[in-house]
């Protein structure tokens, strides 16, 4: 369904694809040939037949553990710059994605890890999980939206304190702060569940969630102009009609 990637698999089960980086001799670091080959192949999800995706590490040790160390080390400002630009035109790919997409997080999020993760509609993650944006330890800060994204989570404060800290954060207080949604006990079952979470949320129609997706956080006006399109859809017949009649909705799912 999308092009080979050096540094990544991709699989489809029951309509909900699989998105795993594949680096896991250096726990999934993100270098220019991952974020290059993460962008192609989001370019490729945003038009492929899936109504969900998961992205997760390859492995049990890490999810992500953060932008490539070694390939920084040598990087000019420019490069830097274009470096920062390259992570932050993935996470906002992720972001724009026309279904729900969600972070299976398994072992270490680290810096660009836990960045990407939360570009994504949402995180679970396995007990073994350990969140932080260690950038200031190495003289660095986060530079794929990890300033941004992190306090609309946890508050600006809160989001102040593990920047400037570095430090870990474990699954159960990930899940305390909201950075994680649910922990399960080991990757298998993540996965498992995450794909229990699709199944049921997938009855719902497509275009629906395309819909709110879009409008999540873009204000009133966005809001109710979505609200009026829907009314265009066979989803939204079909559905309101269902219930009237007491029945299942079949919904079609088609995105408008
Ligand atoms: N960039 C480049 N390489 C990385 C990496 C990163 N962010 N994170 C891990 N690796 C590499 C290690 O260098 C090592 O490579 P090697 O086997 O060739 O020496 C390999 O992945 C395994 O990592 P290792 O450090 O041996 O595993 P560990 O279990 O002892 O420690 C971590 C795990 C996550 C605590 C540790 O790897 C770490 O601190 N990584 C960097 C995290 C970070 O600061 N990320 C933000 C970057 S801005």
């Known amino acids: 369904m999308i092009s080979n990637f050096e540094t990544l698999i991709f699989s489809v089960s029951e309509d909900i694809g699989t998105l795993t980086i594949n ?8 270098n220019i040939q991952v974020l290059r080959e993460l962008k192609g192949a989001l370019t490729e999800l945003r038009a492929a037949p899936i109504r969900g995706l998961i992205v997760t590490g390859e492995g049990e040790k890490a999810f992500i553990a953060g932008a ?12 830097a710059l274009a470096f920062s630009e390259l992570g932050q035109l993935v996470t906002l790919a992720f972001e724009a994605l026309p279904y729900p997409c969600v972070a299976c997080v398994n072992g270490f999020a680290l810096g ?35 300033t941004q994204r992190l306090m609309k989570i946890v508050g600006e404060r809160r989001a102040r304190e593990i920047i400037f800290s570095g430090r ?23 996965l498992a569940e995450t794909q229990n ?20 956080g873009k204000g009133l006006v966005e809001e ?14 079909e559905g309101t009609a269902a219930f009237l009649e007491k029945r299942k909705a079949e919904f079609k799912g088609k995105i408008l």
């Open 23 to 30: 680096r896991a001799d250096k726990l999934n670091a993100l």
């Open 68 to 79: 490539d160390i070694a390939e920084m080390k040598s990087m000019e400002p420019g490069e």
């Open 112 to 146: 660009g890890g836990f960045e990407m993760a939360l570009s994504c509609d949402f995180i679970f993650a396995s007990k073994n999980a350990v969140f932080g944006l260690p950038e200031v330890k190495l003289g660095l800060i986060p530079g794929f939206g990890g």
């Open 168 to 190: 870990n954060i474990s699954s159960d207080e990930a899940k305390n702060l909201g950075i994680a949604l649910e922990v399960y006990a080991d990757k298998a079952q993540l």
């Open 197 to 216: 979470w699709f199944k049921t949320a997938l009855k719902n129609s497509s275009c629906a969630i395309y819909e709110a997706k879009q409008v999540l």
């Open 224 to 237: 109710r102009k979505a609200f009026g399109a829907i009314f265009q859809t066979q989803d939204m017949i």
